[in-house]
């Protein structure tokens, strides 16, 4: 099964890939937030995606502020428009995370790293379905 990860921003969305075995995720593009619809929607006909994992940026204290808001009001909408399953994962300190893997990537890359975070959302998703031994078919509700 074919899954899009997407770290959402108000800016700036991140999308990787995973591959149909799910062991293999990787950086996809950044797309300007504006058009990230369409180009989500090109992406999974394209790419026959089964599954989408939207990244939640939750607070420190685990609450829900507006970033949390931008991720489901356009997980909601692929749902809704594209009749596809939706998946949340907490995304919490992805793009810490990408940093410290590779700390000059902004500096010496002149890069965003929005594709990075998202590939670590989707992983982070793909090892707990490993874990748990979770099946999930493309109809299943959201976890």
Known sequence: ?????????????????????????????????????????????????????????????????????????????????LKIAVYYEDETLTTEAVLSREPNINKKHKRRNDDLAATLILDQFLQKRRIDNIQIDAGDKKC
């Open 1 to 81: 099964m074919r899954w899009l990860g997407i770290d959402a921003g108000t800016v700036h969305v991140g999308l990787a890939i995973s591959d149909a075995e799910e062991h293999i995720v990787v950086p996809l593009e950044i797309v300007p937030a504006n058009v990230a619809f369409p180009a989500i929607r090109a992406i999974v006909l394209r790419e026959n995606i089964q599954g989408i994992v939207v990244g939640l940026p939750l607070l420190p204290s685990g609450d829900e502020g507006y970033s949390v808001e931008v991720a489901r009001k356009l997980g909601s909408k692929l749902e809704i428009d």
